[in-house]
């Protein structure tokens, strides 16, 4: 039974169905959304870790926070970011100090909240300043951090010489994405560095396992006197330690010399982490190398968290697709083992271990009997955090196949406007897929991603040799002088160059704004090549919060492409006239608002705004009723879907 189990499981999809018929579930939303939706009903205004009463800063905390901006990121509710920036305010004040944090305990437990603080800073706030503050606090306690003699960072100021597993986790994500996002590229060494002690010092020569902790001083009465290394292999510290990998090379630069040794490690602990999957459940043990030995038993965040490195190390090629199959098999298993329907309408996790750790008082050994020792939780915040990412990861798997092989080919040639940056230097932006802020196209850069497409920047004009290897093609509100001091204008030869490239199967996105604010007579040139033209005319002006005066209701010739969505935000925008061989695909009263373009064997997409930029993606601004997320994600679907198979 488990051996066909797992054959119909790595070759049967759409994977929603495997998730919805296996599971024994019915329902409509995916498991991160409502898992996100039963947490925030469990804590409505603030999070209470484990047994405490009062809120406090903590790693648990950041976890959560993480989770509910991935489920952010793939939905486009502003409820989550109002959420997360809601909770972070019941502690960051001002001035960037952060209530009941303590930096002179140097805990690393208290850094992996301050990922969200990036997240907030990298938005279009008023008051985003203080987020960056709070953040540079997180950053220098890590600077100030006590190591060991080889450099690895103290997991506590009261546990000297001692490297965690958990530590890992704790601190590098974090301090990749500060490092990127702030320009400190000599960080990066050390972010190698503190991998490759936990690879010399931690990891078994025999099993491959990782050790909980390596103590460099030897006294700890836990510690191995001849390695310094604790007894036992806990689940949940190599889960850690297997997320921070993969969260890590997010942000580590493609071209630094160490990028090649983090992904080598997940190379390395992928097969141990299926070794060590029973092969009749899916699921890992709580002491992972001890099967079904009196007291073991299946703990739901380890599960979670190897489910969720492994797949996402496979989407992001880090490791073989073969590993996507392990990853499915113990997702679904959680869903049949952990997840319980609540009579509310909310969904709970249980069979989380509450705490795993070594030394203090009353002294915990690292024993086997110590681990079994711990009590279990149902929703505890170390087990949902790590759900939601798993689901995340098997939700963008069972659609990553649509872009897969294709490329998303952005202009930065024509739209070139720079701003001072975090790191205090010039930076592109308006309509980018790097910025997050409000003006930035990142959210529908990321839906194309998470359906498997890969996104590129075209910096120069193009030609031939720019043009190769892009299947999507997309201009975007050409520069005026008021813009660019010296704009580039799209030319004849331009034209030309792009006019073959859609001949011969590209598929081509040109998007204007409002005639004050696009560079018109030269784009339309270029788009009556494929009987396209942009209006001097505006509409759909918005005055104000009444953003009714912006809807546009989808028609019934325009469901081919807005499958999911149906009332559409889009103002000031320039109306289109058509000729043959363009089409209208988007009326309304009386206007053209969106057209089509079939040009040799490539298809032309337009419209008169710049609309899917992050302002009226992430719920933040518009009312809830407009449905532009969907409408993004329809879009870039139907995009992809006309990339011709011989371009793949």
């Given amino acids: 039974m488990n051996h066909f189990f797992k054959t119909i499981v790595r070759i049967t999809f759409p994977l929603s169905a495997i998730l919805l018929s296996l599971s024994g579930f019915s329902q409509t939303k995916p498991w991160s959304v409502r898992m996100a939706e039963s947490f925030m009903t469990n804590h409505k205004d603030s999070i209470l870790v484990g047994k405490n009463t009062i809120t406090r800063w903590d790693y648990e905390q950041g976890l959560m926070l993480k989770a509910l901006e991935k489920v952010w990121n793939r939905t486009g509710d502003g409820k989550y970011f109002e959420y997360i920036r809601k909770d972070i305010d019941q502690y960051v004040r001002g001035d960037g100090s952060i209530r009941s944090y303590r930096f002179d305990d140097f805990n690393i437990d208290n850094i992996p909240t301050g990922r969200v603080l990036l997240t907030l800073y990298q938005q279009t706030l008023p008051d985003k300043e203080k987020y960056k503050k709070a953040s540079d606090r997180l950053w220098q306690q ?41 320009n400190h590229p000599e960080h990066f060494e050390d972010i190698a560095n503190q991998f490759a002690l936990i690879e010399k010092y931690a990891v078994d020569e025999t ?29 949940r510290a190599i889960g850690w330690y297997a997320i921070a990998l993969v969260d890590v090379l997010d942000y580590f630069p493609k071209n630094h010399p160490r990028r090649t040794e983090l992904v080598k490690y997940l190379q ?53 697709e073969n590993y996507a199959a392990d990853a499915r098999r113990g997702y679904n298993a959680i869903l049949a083992n952990f997840i319980e329907e609540e009579a509310n309408g909310t969904i709970s ?26 009590p279990i939780r149902k929703n505890d915040l170390k087990g949902l955090g790590p759900f939601i990412f798993a689901s995340v990861e098997m939700e963008i798997a069972a659609e990553y196949g649509i872009g897969k092989g294709k490329t998303v080919g952005l202009d930065y040639h024509f739209n070139h406007e720079f701003r001072k940056g975090p790191a205090g230097t010039e930076e592109a932006f308006h309509y980018t897929w790097e910025d997050r802020q409000h003006s930035g196209f990142w959210l529908w850069g990321n839906i194309f991603n998470e359906l498997g497409a890969k996104t590129t ?40 160059e792009i006019e073959k490239w859609v001949k011969a199967g590209g598929i ?9 604010n696009c560079e018109i007579p030269h784009f339309n040139k270029l788009a009556q090549a494929f009987g396209i033209q942009f209006s001097n005319r505006n509409r759909n002006m918005v005055q104000g919060m009444q953003f009714e005066q912006g809807k546009i209701t989808v028609s019934a010739s325009a469901g081919q492409v807005f499958k999911n969505s ?26 053209i608002i969106m057209a089509t373009s079939r040009y040799g ?5 337009a419209v008169g705004d710049p609309w899917l930029y992050n302002e009226y993606l992430d719920g933040r601004r518009i009312d809830s009723s407009f449905e532009n997320f969907a409408a993004g994600k329809d879009l870039a679907v139907w995009l992809l879907n006309k990339v011709p198979k011989r371009n793949q």
Avoid at 272 to 295: E, P, T
Avoid at 573 to 591: F, Q, R, V
Wanted: proline fraction near 5%.
């Fill in 207 to 235: 099993t491959g396992l990782i050790y909980h902790a390596y103590d460099e001083s030897r006294e700890q009465k836990w510690a191995d006197k001849k390695t310094g290394r604790s007894p036992s292999f806990w689940a």
């Fill in 349 to 374: 996790l249980n069979k989380t271990v509450s705490v795993g750790g070594l030394g203090g008082n009353p002294y915990r050994d690292g024993s086997y009997a110590y681990y079994l020792s711990e």
């Fill in 508 to 516: 081509l996105v040109l998007m204007a704004n409002d005639t004050s």
């Fill in 566 to 591: 149906k009332k559409l935000y889009i103002k000031e925008l320039s109306p289109l006239s058509l000729t043959k061989p363009a089409i209208a695909l988007l009326e309304d009263d009386g206007d």
């Fill in 268 to 320: 390395r602990l992928a097969p141990v982490l299926v070794r060590y999957q029973d092969g009749k459940s899916g699921l890992w043990y709580q002491v992972i190398d001890q099967g079904n030995r009196a007291g073991n038993y299946f703990e739901a965040s380890a599960s979670c968290m190897f489910v969720y490195a492994l797949a996402k190390g496979a989407r992001m090629g880090y490791i073989t």
């Fill in 601 to 605: 064997k490539g298809v032309v997409f």
């Fill in 142 to 182: 890590l600077e100030q951090q006590p190591r060991t003699k080889e450099g690895g960072y103290w997991h506590k100021k009261k546990y000297p010489y001692q490297m965690w597993l958990d530590g890992l986790f704790m601190g590098e994500p974090f301090a990749a994405e500060y490092s990127l996002l702030f």
């Fill in 457 to 496: 920047s075209i910096k120069a004009a193009p030609a031939r040799d720019n043009l190769k290897g892009i299947d999507v093609y997309i201009i975007v509100d050409p520069d005026t002088k008021k813009e660019t001091a010296n704009p580039q204008y799209i030319s004849p030869g331009d034209i030309k």
